[in-house]
Antibody, heavy 118, light 113 residues
């Protein structure tokens, strides 16, 4: 079964940092771009960013709301993508999903919850 | 950035009736070199991650019931459920992936009347 599973969500104070992981299984991770999407409670989906494959130079892109604070990386040997969240704000509180890109985001994880609060 | 706007924000339809959700993009999502529209549709049920229903604006994913259809090109798109079933209650999102950032519409909540 093709799946991705996120982890690393936690309660963190404003200004703090957190690193989320996205572990893939059941498909060839190294040839798949990975996207991160977040959803605040009761709100819609917000695209956060993505990382492409080695073939595409591991190119990353970010939403304006997180650019310069969030960073996406990947370790193909571990079938894992990461989302580093820095300088966290209360408005970053959300469920964070990773998803595989395959003509649309076709494999999603269950999400991991990040709460930014003092 | 491309702005994607869905209408309506919410929709109540009787069981067995047709439901249509619209999605409008602030610029064309049609890539001329391959004649593909870079738009996807998702369904999200409470407590679950989104599920991809269509890519390339109208290509149905495996396992999606045939009562779901999608169409459109350029800047205007639609998702239609021909005969609403109880299990179709969800929030539906369109997303453009023509250019980064890959923006989502605000979502349309579909309920039973």
């Amino acid at each position: 079964e093709e799946q991705v599973v996120e982890s690393g969500g936690d309660l963190v104070q404003p200004g703090g940092s957190l690193k989320l992981s996205c572990v893939a299984s059941g498909f060839t991770f190294s040839v798949s771009a990975i996207h991160w999407v977040r959803q605040a409670s009761g709100k819609g989906l917000e695209w956060v960013g993505r990382i492409r494959t080695k073939t595409n130079s591991y190119a990353t892109a970010y939403a304006a709301s997180v650019k310069g604070r969030f960073f996406i990386s990947r370790d193909d040997s571990k079938n894992t993508a990461y989302l580093q969240l820095n300088s966290l704000k209360t408005e970053d509180t959300a469920v964070y999903y990773c998803a595989r890109l395959n003509y649309g985001l076709d494999v999603w994880g269950p999400g991991t919850t990040v709460t930014v609060s003092s | 950035d491309i702005v994607v706007t869905q209408s309506p924000d919410s929709l109540a339809v009787s069981l067995g009736d047709r439901a249509t959700i619209n999605c409008k993009s602030s610029q064309s999502l049609l890539y001329s070199s391959n004649n593909k529209n870079y738009l996807a549709w998702y369904q999200q049920k409470p407590g679950q991650p989104p599920k991809l229903l269509f890519h390339w604006a109208s290509t149905r994913e495996a396992g999606v019931p045939e009562r779901f259809s999608a169409s459109g090109s350029g800047t205007e798109f639609s998702l239609t459920i021909s005969s609403l079933q109880a299990e179709d209650v969800a929030v539906y999102y369109c997303q453009q992936y023509y250019i980064t950032p890959d923006t989502f519409g605000q979502g349309t909540r579909l309920e039973i009347k």
